[in-house]
């Protein structure tokens, strides 16, 4: 997990996955509604926050402190 937590809710936009016996185990217990729900959550959550505009924009305001 690492870093991802800091911007993904596990089970709500991704699934964390420790390991084979864990990826397993998850794939049991989920069900497709809930797989779809998390696909459409985790795909509005990178393109509300991730896209090349917002990378470039926090960049800028990097860059514009650094001036400072």
Known sequence: TGSLEKFFRDGRDLIYIKNEDDLVKK???????????????GRERVLSNFTWDHII????????????
Do not use: R
Not at 27 to 41: F, H, M, Q, T, Y
Not at 57 to 68: A, D, F, Q
């Open 27 to 41: 794939l049991d217990e989920i069900d497709g509604d809930s797989i779809a729900k998390i696909a459409v959550s």
């Open 57 to 68: 924009g926090y960049m800028l305001l990097v860059l514009e402190s650094i001036k400072k």
